[in-house]
């Protein structure tokens, strides 16, 4: 009887990690192929060698870009030089990447930026909102733009408990904004058994000097983050829920959810076009491929545009696809007046004219 028992518990376990390791091939869309999609005139940005992980423009058509982003599980093709921060002038001809200078006092031998957001104060100045991970933990970095000389004059170091996996960020004020974490734990094994076991306890947090607090729970993982141009509502990708969440913006900063889009691809971040409200945002169209790099098999690239979110029947397109031999593991797409930026995880970037 007690073989019997032993027998019987052992294949219930087998039963349960082969659902789970199935569930976990699903979550990262391992079997899906990508069909190319190509636009006429893009090259590849000079420059931009070890990833461009988000990318926020301007009004008027200044373009930032993180860059060199070393994550855990994720491969890095610089691991031993510091991240960076890179602008883009839209308006120009032909545009090109200027590495931002970054002011004396701050560490860059540690940075290792992520997610980044601006705000343009009433008084034009620009703050500059940026995730980073020194030494692999997680802050908040708010910079002033000198637009004078192409500079970065570093302001602060945010740091708070419910600010401990910080993945994007979508600037509120010149000191405010809302996050996500992009997990619960911050240990890698954690991490990676919380994406296994497809536990729902990704969030997003609201910051500001006065206030901290958790406004929405209940991802998989929350990801890119961004805000509606009539400030009404935010959206937050679940990169492995595959979804885009619309949530309603309160008063008091709270956020109640409203509806989700479901997609076939890992949604990264989100980018707002401001005069038509649509949302273009960078996938992942195979996550086994972004995670367990292979030179000669690489983690394609996918640009999809959301119209009409809020209607019943929104419109997903999908504007650009490469199956990696051109653009590796995109994560962005931002528009400005008809020119285009994809960025990646940690490959190039791609500056496309439409």
Request: glycine share 6%; with cysteine; charged share 20%.
């Amino acid at each position: 009887m007690g073989k019997l028992l032993v027998v019987a518990l052992v294949g219930i376990a087998a039963a349960l990690v082969a659902e789970r390791l199935l569930a976990f091939r699903n979550t990262l869309n391992a079997s899906r192929e990508v069909a190319p999609v190509t636009l006429p005139n893009c090259r590849l940005i000079k420059g931009i060698e070890a990833g461009s992980e988000d990318i926020d423009i301007l009004p008027n058509g200044l373009a930032f870009i993180s860059s060199g982003l070393k994550y855990p599980g994720l491969k890095s093709f610089a691991p031993d030089k510091p991240g960076e921060m890179f602008l883009m002038d839209l308006n120009e001809d032909y545009p090109r990447a200027v590495e931002l200078r970054i002011s004396r006092g701050f560490d860059l031998s540690s940075f290792n930026p992520h997610g980044i957001s601006t705000y343009v104060d009433r008084d034009d100045t620009v703050y500059l909102f940026v995730v980073n991970h020194p030494h692999q933990k997680s802050t908040v970095e708010l910079f002033k733009f000198v637009e004078d000389d192409n500079s970065l004059l570093h302001l602060k170091t945010i740091q708070h408990d419910l600010l401990a996996s910080v993945n994007d960020i979508v600037a509120m004020g010149p000191d405010s904004f809302y996050a996500t974490n992009d997990h619960y734990f911050t240990d890698f094994i954690l991490m990676f058994l919380e994406v296994f076991l497809g536990l729902t306890w990704s969030n997003v947090v609201y910051y500001s000097p006065k206030e901290v607090k958790e406004v929405a729970t209940g991802f998989c993982s929350a990801n890119g983050i961004n805000i509606s141009p009539d400030r009404k509502y935010i959206y937050v990708a679940d990169v492995f829920d595959h979804s885009v969440h619309v949530m309603e913006k309160h008063t008091n900063w709270n956020l109640t959810h409203v509806k989700t889009l479901q997609l076939d691809t890992l949604v990264d971040n989100l980018s707002i076009e401001p005069h038509t409200g649509d949302i273009w945002t960078g996938c992942h169209p195979n996550g086994m491929k972004l995670f367990y790099y292979d030179p000669e098999n690489p983690p394609a690239s996918e640009v999809l545009r959301i119209q009409n979110i809020l209607s019943e029947e929104p419109v997903v397109t999908r504007v650009y696809a490469d199956n990696g031999s051109v653009l590796q593991g995109s994560s962005v797409a931002a528009i400005y007046e008809g020119k285009l930026l994809i960025g990646t995880v940690y490959h190039r970037a791609l500056y496309c004219e439409l």
